[in-house]
């Protein structure tokens, strides 16, 4: 079975810096999706990024990025000139792929990010 | 577009009482989800609907029902609430198995006492 595992329960950040956000899966699955969810007091679940594990370039999206090492099982994000509106909780979450799909999501516990002024 | 729309986004029962969540989208997904949000677990899978007329369960399916509508909809039934069900539930849908992309609704927070 999959897991997914978010070590850092909470973190902070100085507005216009940069924070890195870990997250570490377990799979014997060869091809599958790595996806970062931010989730803001709203309760809103907005996709932040996507990675498909057969690209082995790393996805960018602004200011967000993601360091994809898929043979040490880490996908960790990276938020540059970190604003006040990424102060949200975020999740990492992986998705199988190939035809047992059922495009069920396994996320993880979740990292509470803070962005201070 | 509205999207995903969960109703309520608010409910508080007493032990025992039963009550249905419901869920509809707009973008004429195939795929619809029921996850439930608990403090320190992230979001963990209760049950889904791979297409119209197909359930399955999930990861944490005990004490629920589902019922998938028709396309749009999907709808997830306490029939006899417990403490243990206090969450916030998420609605998602997506175009199908393999998707780029999960919608979420803004959730329901429910609490029971």
């Known amino acids: 079975a999959q897991t997914v595992t978010q070590s850092q329960p909470e973190m902070s950040v100085q507005e216009a810096e940069t924070v890195t956000l870990s997250c570490t899966y377990d799979?014997?699955?060869?091809?599958?999706?790595l996806f970062w969810y931010k989730q803001p007091p709203s309760r809103q679940m907005i996709l932040v990024i996507r990675q498909e594990a057969y690209k082995q370039q790393n996805a960018t999206e602004n200011r967000f990025s993601v360091n994809f090492q898929k043979a040490a099982k880490s996908f960790s994000l990276k938020i540059s000139d970190s604003q006040l509106g990424d102060t949200a909780m975020y999740f990492c979450?992986?998705?199988?792929?190939?035809?047992?799909?059922?495009?069920?999501?396994?996320f993880g516990q979740g990292t509470t990010l803070q962005v201070k002024p | 577009n509205a999207g995903v729309t969960q109703t309520p986004k608010f409910q508080v029962l007493k032990t025992g009482q039963s009550m249905t969540l419901q869920c509809a989208q707009d973008m004429n997904h195939n795929s619809m989800y029921w996850y439930r949000q608990d403090p320190g677990m992230g979001l963990r899978l209760i049950y889904y609907?791979?297409?119209?007329?197909?359930?399955d369960k999930g990861e944490v399916p005990n004490g629920y029902n589902v019922s998938r509508l028709n396309k749009r909809e999907f709808s997830l039934r306490l029939e006899s609430a417990a403490p243990s069900q206090t969450s916030v539930y998420f609605c998602?849908?997506?175009?199908?198995?393999?998707?780029?992309?999960?919608?979420f609704g803004q959730g329901t927070r429910l609490t029971v006492v």
């Open positions: 979450a992986f998705l199988r792929d190939g035809s047992s799909n059922t495009g069920k999501l396994i």
């Open positions: 609907s791979a297409s119209e007329g197909t359930t």
């Open positions: 799979t014997s699955e060869n091809n599958y999706y």
């Open positions: 998602a849908s997506s175009e199908g198995p393999w998707y780029t992309e999960a919608f």
